[in-house]
C-alpha cells in the first residue's frame, strides 16, 4: 500500500522527491501517512479534495483485496 500510495504522489507533484510516506500498522487498520513539498500540497488535495478522495479510493481498493483496512492522511 505504501508503494502504490508513493507512486501516484510521485507522479501528481512537481518534487517528487520530496514525498514522504510513513505506515504506521495496527492489528486490522493501516495508518498511511503523506508529507510533500508545501507548494506541492495543493495538487495533491486537489479542487474541493478531489484528488485526495480519488487516492483514497484507490487505496481503499487495494487494501479491501488484500482483506485489509487502509486510511490515507495527508500531513502538512
Given amino acids: 500500500m505504501k508503494e502504490l ?15 514522504e ?3 504506521i500498522v ?3 487498520t493501516s495508518v498511511i501517512e503523506l508529507r510533500v513539498a508545501k507548494e506541492d500540497l495543493g495538487k495533491v488535495i486537489g479542487k474541493q479534495g478531489r484528488t485526495a478522495k480519488a487516492i483514497r479510493m484507490i487505496l481503499s481498493a487495494a487494501s479491501a483485496k488484500a482483506h485489509k483496512r487502509a486510511v490515507l492522511e495527508i500531513i502538512e
Avoid: F, R, W
Fill in 5 to 19: 500510495i508513493k507512486y501516484i504522489s510521485q507522479a501528481l507533484v512537481d518534487y517528487p522527491d520530496k514525498v
Fill in 26 to 28: 495496527g492489528e486490522q
Fill in 21 to 23: 510516506v510513513t505506515e
